[in-house]
């Protein structure tokens, strides 16, 4: 079993759409969780950094870390065909040289 | 523009070649990562360097080496190239050891033919 779960996909959804992305996890001792975006051939962009549980917002984004479940997600409010791309998870543990466990991406694709 | 700059963008090489990847990292970043991704293929950590001491090493093979200049920029050298070292390597750069956000570079496409 994979330390971080995440959908491939593709996730295709109408234009104006609200999108749900999630991971799930296995070790509890990840505390930092990040969500990254990645264009075709393009570096992984931060979209959202997030300590610990609760919600986090930004804009149209909203990370969500549920640590009792060992589940994470993003939502997307207001999808626009811009959005299409893979979204990364990612999480570590507290001030270790435990690096850094991926998940292996959700393709998303809006469609206009 | 996440500020980390890779050097080149592309490289097309022959099988048994050797080259080097070059990554500048954020200015104030202490800590440089390379990674690998194969088409279609999810994020291969292969290591991490902080302020020119590595850190950790992922699944990097032996024929890869790197290291960390005293000015902090990065070169990851790759030797003895078989066609499947075709990938996209990644440099990312963050301020602290662990715990800070990693800003990753567009990348280096290598091919080997």
């Known amino acids: 079993q994979k330390e971080v779960e995440q959908d491939p996909g593709p996730l295709s959804v109408p234009e104006g759409a609200i999108v749900s992305l999630n991971c799930t996890y296995s070790?509890?001792?990840?505390?930092?969780f990040m969500w990254y975006r990645q264009y075709s051939r393009k570096g992984p962009e931060l979209l959202m950094y997030?300590?610990s549980s609760g919600n986090k917002e930004d804009g149209r984004f909203t990370a969500q870390v549920d640590k009792s479940s060992k589940y994470i997600s993003l939502f997307i409010r207001d999808s626009q065909p811009s959005d299409s791309a893979t979204y990364l998870c990612?999480?570590?543990?507290?001030?270790?040289?435990?690096?850094?466990?991926w998940g292996a991406g959700t393709k998303l694709i809006i469609k206009p | 523009d996440s500020g980390v700059t890779q050097t080149p963008k592309h490289l097309i090489t022959a099988t048994g070649q050797r080259v080097t990847l070059r990554c500048s990292p954020r200015?104030?970043?202490?800590?440089v990562y390379w990674y690998q991704q194969s088409l279609d293929q999810g994020l291969q950590f292969l290591i991490h360097y902080y302020n020119g001491e590595e850190r950790a090493k992922g699944n990097i093979l032996e024929r890869f080496s790197a290291q960390q200049f005293p000015d902090l920029h990065s070169e990851l050298n790759l030797s003895s190239l078989e066609l499947g070292d075709s990938a996209l390597y990644f440099c990312?750069?963050?301020?602290?050891?662990?715990?800070?956000?990693?800003?990753f570079g567009n990348g280096t496409r290598l091919t080997v033919t």
């Open positions: 200015s104030g970043d202490l800590s």
């Open positions: 990312a750069s963050s301020v602290g050891q662990h715990n800070s956000p990693l800003h």
């Open positions: 997030t300590y």
């Open positions: 990612a999480m570590e543990v507290q001030d270790s040289n435990y690096q850094l466990i």
């Open positions: 070790n509890s001792a990840f505390q930092y």
